[in-house]
Nanobody, 115 residues
Framework: QVQLVESGGGLVHPGGSLRLSCAAS????????MNWYRQAPGKERELVAS????????KYADSVKGRFTISRDNAKNTVYLQMNSLKPEDTAVYYC????????WGQGTQVTVSS
């Protein structure tokens, strides 16, 4: 079955960096677009970034352009989200997502940006 396992979250000061990873299994990873979403307290889940099967970036949310970088390693079945210049408003639970007819989600990883 599909499994998505996120890691790399934590507490970071404003201006800091984190790298999130999502290890995927149970499907042919190299053939699917992968996404990162986030959900802040009291807000709807929003799309942060999407990446094509070949590694081309499909989309960044306007709020993260120039600061976040999505990438993937098809040999490792892993998608990454490098987050730089973090702001308090980036605080959220970050989720890895696969849409294969229906949505599959990981358990999420908490990112907290605070001084």
């Amino acid at each position: 079955q599909v499994q998505l396992v996120e890691s790399g979250g934590g507490l970071v000061h404003p201006g800091g960096s984190l790298r999130l990873s999502c290890a995927a299994s149970g499907f042919d990873f190299r053939n699917y677009v992968m996404n990162w979403y986030r959900q802040a307290p009291g807000k709807e889940r929003e799309l942060v970034a999407s990446i094509s099967v070949t590694g081309a970036v499909l989309k960044y949310a306007d709020s993260v352009k120039g600061r976040f970088t999505i990438s993937r390693d098809n040999a490792k079945n892993t998608v990454y989200l490098q987050m730089n210049s973090l702001k308090p408003e980036d605080t959220a639970v970050y989720y890895c997502n696969l849409n294969r007819g229906c949505d599959y989600w990981g358990q999420g990883t908490q990112v907290t940006v605070s001084s």
